[in-house]
Nanobody, 124 residues
């Protein structure tokens, strides 16, 4: 069983930056590919960015390419989402997700473990 705890959400003005953190616990961090998935009210969960188990591969969703960066730090057992040039459309609850599957999985349905989510609100 993997438990995921997100932090770093908040309120920011358009054009600003935030960094989200996710710290898995309970199993070996390097055994899981990780991702950030977001959900705005009334919408389905949307893949934001993913990173492979060793961090050698990443993939960003089209809506965030060039603005968001996902990284992982094995020494700290933490995965990050650096969000720059935030836009009001980025407002959502952001979830950290994990899967033991190899590679980078871009469908939220392929992730087995989920955090509670952290709210990101971008004002115009």
């Amino acid at each position: 069983q993997v438990q995921l705890v997100e932090s770093g959400g908040g309120l920011v003005q358009a054009g600003g930056s935030l960094r989200l953190s996710c710290a898995p616990s309970g199993r070996t961090f390097g055994s899981y590919a990780m991702a950030w998935v977001r959900q705005a009210p009334g919408t389905e969960r949307e893949f934001v960015a993913g990173i492979s188990r060793r961090g050698s591969s990443t993939y960003d969703g089209d809506a965030v390419k060039g603005r968001f960066t996902i990284t992982r730090d094995g020494a700290k057992n933490t995965v990050y989402l650096q969000m720059n040039r935030l836009e009001p459309d980025d407002t959502a609850v952001y979830y950290c997700a994990a899967t033991p599957r190899p590679g980078v999985r871009t469908s939220p349905h392929e992730y087995d473990y989920w955090g509670q989510g952290t709210q990101v609100t971008v004002s115009s």
